[in-house]
């Protein structure tokens, strides 16, 4: 012999013995592998490693071979003694999966770990299932294939195939992956054997997807919250990920509230899913949940709140293949004496679903973290509500993870009530066909709600050019924005400020309220010379004018100077919905407190912003705590208006 590489089988008699063969191993590509042989012999004992193809490993010459993997590749050692006897290992394969490893730990020391579980499936009878699964391993890990529990003899491999299904196919399947140390199990999945004359079920789809989003923070009679303003604006942006049409609005009165709902109930029609988003201020009572208008006086009265059923069941009266109602509201009780509440079926459509962030009787909470407040519902809510699952399962981890959270241990407990047939999910595809024309009227409804007025290049007297341009934070807050493209040599120190006419109320200009909005716009690309913030558009009875004034000196004379510009906008947004009620608008006293203003030296705020980060936390509940009044009861059903009176008090905690 030369020594070269044997073939596999060669045997020889020799003195040497091996007493520990190298193993086989199953890693992801580019792993750093360690094959080990141990033998015992007369005198020094050498070694040498090679590959299938019989060439000698570079450097393969102790007992311990390490390699970096990137194919899979078969090798041997060779054992040699002084005096010219030499013994072969067995062969081992180093197997290398070039899949997804994300969750493998950075610190994996060879423990089975499945990167590949089987997926579910529906076949037709007579055509071929195939079901894959793979780990990584070392040793090697083994495949052993089980149907209803049953191993299935013939099924040792990482992929079960069988070639021309039968009836006897179908059922539940999972793979036993084990090596001498450990054993893992799949997920077990369902496998579906469809006969010739039943075509496979059809995917669940949407004829459209529609949302409406409400947050009340800054009420007029009760204290007022923070979260809303984030929850909104971020569950509007995942939602759009999933193709909603999505209306967001903030501190709506009852009647724009009401006047909202109309416009969304008119989006919805037979195939489209509707789903409802409130968070605010809310109670319960008599079975029935209550939304807070901002405008609710104390004490407030039913008829000053929105009956959260009575919304539901206007969703169904437009036969939607699927209704939604998020509520992240307290529902504390105030009438002892009340029935718990059961949600009865609207219809025989089904489907709906009502996600509540807290349980009956109980508080939902709010927590303010540094320059950030969120709901606790609706942080968790924003956490799953991209996942590809049915609805209520999707709820249904939501519910999990605040359960985990210690900030609300004991306090708030999501409830879900559905009457779910289908499994529905928020992800489903949206098909119109045959719904072109219903398509199209919600599609000239959405978009006058959602239209921004077009960017204005300005170019002043003295030369200098400013842009002004818009983006929507909600559907009734629009942002105008001012940059200074081109400055003349004549002219130096440049500023410019924005107004509106009429002057609308900033409803975020209180101490605390300004830094929220503002880290929505420092996610803007756009780094402007002036913003100017209008909210509340669903009061705007009349087009917008922006007044641009720019002020500058000129270096000749070193004088002051100002000139204006104004840009007509007419009524962006929602404005253009009218939710205001023309009976009320006249008898509505006028609102109080600062005008919209323009935001200059913007850096300056977003610094200022930065150095909340450091705030305590806090957290605050999202009810109208309530004392019952005497009540006034019917023998009949109440109406909405007929309830018991409440008085309104607030704690925060």
């Known amino acids: 012999m030369t020594g070269s590489c044997p073939k596999h089988s060669h045997v020889m008699i020799t003195e040497i013995v091996i007493v520990r063969h190298p193993v086989s191993v199953c890693v992801p590509v580019n792993h750093k592998v360690s094959l080990r042989v141990r ?3 007369k005198g020094i004992l050498s070694y040498q490693w090679f590959s299938e193809d019989e060439k000698e490993v570079p450097g393969g010459t102790q007992a311990d071979l390490t390699v970096r993997a990137t194919k899979t590749q078969r090798y041997v050692c060779r054992v040699n003694d002084q005096f010219y006897n030499y013994v072969f290992s067995e062969w081992v394969k180093v197997k290398v999966l070039d899949i997804d490893k994300s969750g493998l730990p950075v610190d994996w020391q060879g423990e089975l770990y499945i990167a590949i579980n089987p997926k579910p499936q529906a076949v037709r009878q007579g055509a071929k299932l195939s079901l894959r699964c793979a780990a990584f391993g070392i040793p090697t890990p083994h495949y052993q294939w089980y149907r209803n529990g049953q191993p299935l003899l013939d099924k ?27 054993e893992r199990w799949t997920e077990p999945i369902d496998v579906n054997i ?9 995917a669940l789809t949407a004829t459209d997807k529609v949302a409406l989003l409400i947050g009340n923070l800054n009420y007029c009679y009760h204290l007022g ?52 988003y409130y968070a605010g201020h809310g109670y319960e009572h008599a079975g029935r ?25 206007q969703m169904q009266e437009r036969q939607t293949a699927m209704s939604v109602i998020l509520l992240d509201t ?31 009787d109980a508080e939902a909470y709010e927590v303010q973290d540094g320059g950030k407040s969120t709901g606790i519902f609706t942080k968790y809510l924003n956490k799953h509500i991209l996942q590809a699952d049915k609805v209520t399962h999707v709820l249904e981890r939501v519910s999990e993870d605040v359960g985990k959270d210690p900030l609300v241990t004991g306090k708030q407990a999501v ?113 402007p010379d002036c913003t100017l913030r209008l909210c509340s558009l669903q009061k705007l009875k009349e087009s917008v004018v922006i007044k641009v004034d720019l002020h500058y000196t000129h270096k000749d004379n070193n004088l002051r100077h100002t000139e204006s510009q104004q840009v007509d906008i007419g009524k962006p947004l929602v404005a253009s919905f009218r939710l205001y009620k023309e009976n009320r608008a006249a008898k509505e006293k006028k609102t109080e407190g600062a005008t919209a203003q323009s935001v200059s030296n913007i850096s300056h705020r977003k610094s200022q912003q930065h150095q909340t980060l450091a705030a305590l936390h806090r957290h605050f509940t999202r009810k109208a705590e309530c004392a019952a009044k005497t009540a006034t009861t019917r023998s009949n059903e109440p109406e909405e208006n007929d309830e018991n009176e409440l008085q309104d008090f607030r704690t925060s905690e």
């Open 39 to 41: 033998a015992e012999g």
């Open 194 to 202: 469809v006969q010739p004359d039943q075509p496979p079920p059809a």
């Open 156 to 182: 040792t491999s990482d992929i079960l195939q069988i070639d021309s299904v039968t009836g006897e196919h179908e059922g539940s399947y999972l793979c036993s992956i084990s090596n001498v140390l450990e």
């Open 415 to 527: 409830e879900i009530k559905h009457t779910m047939k289908e499994p529905r999910s928020l992800t489903d595809t949206v098909r119109t066909t045959g719904h072109t024309r219903e398509l199209h009227l919600r599609d000239v409804c959405w978009k006058q709600a959602n239209e921004l007025p077009r960017k204005k290049q300005l170019t002043f007297l003295c030369g200098v050019e400013v842009e002004v341009s818009f983006s929507a934070l909600f559907s009734n807050v629009l942002m105008a924005f001012a940059t200074i493209k081109t400055t003349p040599d004549h002219t130096q120190d440049c500023t410019v400020m924005l107004s509106s006419n009429p002057p609308m109320e900033d409803i975020f200009s209180r101490p605390g309220r300004s830094e929220e909005m503002d880290s929505l716009l420092f996610n803007e690309t756009r780094n």
């Open 330 to 360: 307290c529902r504390k009780w105030y009438n002892q004496g009340c029935i718990p509440s059961v949600i009865k079926p609207l219809g025989p459509n089904g489907n709906t679903v009502y996600g509540y962030a807290t349980c009956e």
């Open 289 to 313: 949940n209550y939304l807070v208008a901002v405008d609710a006086p104390q004490p407030y009265q039913t008829k000053n709140c929105v009956c959260v059923q009575r919304v539901m069941h």
């Open 225 to 276: 919250l923070m979260a809303p303003v984030m929850d909104v604006h971020e569950l509007a942006n995942l939602l759009q990920q999933l193709g909603f049409r999505v209306v967001s609005l903030l501190d709506l009165t009852r009647e724009e509230m009401m006047a909202a709902i109309d416009k969304f109930i008119q989006l919805l029609d037979r195939g489209v899913y509707g789903l409802f």
